[in-house]
């Protein structure tokens, strides 16, 4: 059971809704068990939280917006359902080390 549930998360659930849910309830609902339970199996598979994934997911992803469209970063942060351009930035800077404009002129 705790293989099933891994699965479809980081297979179908996460790339398809990584920018709109930012929650562990959205994905254990979908998947018929209790965040707890999500929470718990994940970190026992991976040893990561469901957070580290749907991070990973959303820096993966502007990081190539950055590197290979001309969006603003207000664009991108709105893409990727931030608050707003500042709370991208922030979320950005502190995983990655660099600002979005200082990493897209890498």
Do not use: W
């Not at 562990?24 to 994934?53: C, K, N, W």
């Not at 931030?82 to 890498?106: H, Y």
């Amino acid at each position: 059971m705790v293989l099933l549930a891994l699965d479809p998360l980081v297979d179908k659930l996460l790339p398809d809704h990584f920018a709109e849910h930012r929650d562990i309830g959205f994905y254990a609902s979908e998947l018929h068990i209790s965040p707890a339970y999500l929470s718990r199996i994940v970190r026992q598979v991976a040893g990561r939280t469901v957070m580290d994934y749907v991070n990973q997911m959303l820096l993966m992803e502007a990081s190539f917006l950055l590197r290979t469209t001309t969006l603003s970063v207000a664009q991108i942060a709105d893409r990727l359902h931030f608050a707003d351009s500042a709370s991208f930035c922030k979320f950005f800077s502190r995983t990655k080390g660099l600002t979005p404009k200082e990493f897209r002129k890498q």
